[in-house]
């Protein structure tokens, strides 16, 4: 589960798209967002507008935005959670149902869905695993923090202000492997990638990496140390 938090609104959606709207579900996509409160509204708006326009269609096509999910018993698992989340109480803001367009009914096509939940509620917090989001509000950096390290997983997070010290504060406190600041999902292979939690052990890539791929060994040479014997006797 990965958590983005809108902390300052600066084009986010114009600047750095969710990474979440991909059909495959990346486990370092985005799959729930918060936003405080002041810009909740403008936020899930323009969220909600970005998703109904991504288009969807054969992923060989250079116009198509997201291709289909890998099977029909993946594609009823993400459509399983739009129940779920509707019986929890959620409010299904856009998708939670396959296109209709008829170009597109032979495919494991599921519409970008994006969900009001609660912090608590299974959607979100469990990886549903396809082109569905949760959102939040929040008034404190404090309540931020809690709801985006309330969830076993913690793979990656992301965080968009213009406060650079409330950046690296946040980013200190977030439990999660990997952490961006006013962007989201840029990887290099001299950075480690791993999460914490549920989301897995161990580093690839970067230094950390090469760890996987040695054996350390200690050895002790005594040049010139008087060391008092285990069993002294006289």
Request: net charge positive.
């Given at each position: 589960t990965d958590r983005p938090i809108a902390v300052d609104l600066i084009d986010v959606l114009r600047t750095d798209r969710p990474a979440n709207f991909a059909s495959r579900k990346n486990v370092a996509d985005w799959h729930k967002a918060m936003e405080t409160e002041s810009v909740a509204e403008e936020f899930v708006a323009a969220l909600v507008s970005l998703a109904e326009s991504i288009r969807l269609g054969d992923p060989k096509a250079v116009e198509t935005e997201m291709g289909p999910l890998t099977s029909p018993q993946h594609?009823?698992?993400v459509l399983s959670y739009v129940k779920v989340a509707v019986d929890e109480g959620g409010e299904i803001l856009t998708g939670g149902e396959a296109p209709e367009a008829t170009a597109l009914a032979h495919g494991?096509?599921?519409?970008?869905t994006i969900v009001r939940a609660q912090p608590g509620s299974r959607v979100a917090s469990e990886e549903v695993f396809g082109p569905f989001m949760t959102v939040h509000t929040f008034d404190s950096d404090e309540q931020a923090l809690e709801l985006a390290n309330g969830?076993?997983?913690?793979?990656?997070?992301?965080?968009?202000?213009?406060?650079?010290?409330?950046?690296h504060r946040i980013a200190r406190d977030l439990r999660a492997g990997m952490v961006w600041v006013n962007a989201y999902k840029r990887v290099n292979?001299?950075?480690?990638?791993g999460g914490m939690g549920a989301s897995g052990y161990g580093r690839e890539m970067g230094f950390e990496a090469m760890h996987e791929y040695t054996?350390?060994?200690a050895v002790w040479?005594?040049?010139?140390?008087?060391?008092?014997?285990?069993?002294?006797?006289?």
């Open positions: 594609r009823d698992r494991c096509y599921v519409r970008p969830v076993d997983y913690a793979l990656g997070a992301g965080l968009w202000t213009r406060d650079l010290s409330r950046a292979p001299g950075s480690p990638f054996e350390a060994k040479i005594n040049v010139d140390a008087q060391l008092p014997p285990f069993y002294p006797r006289a």
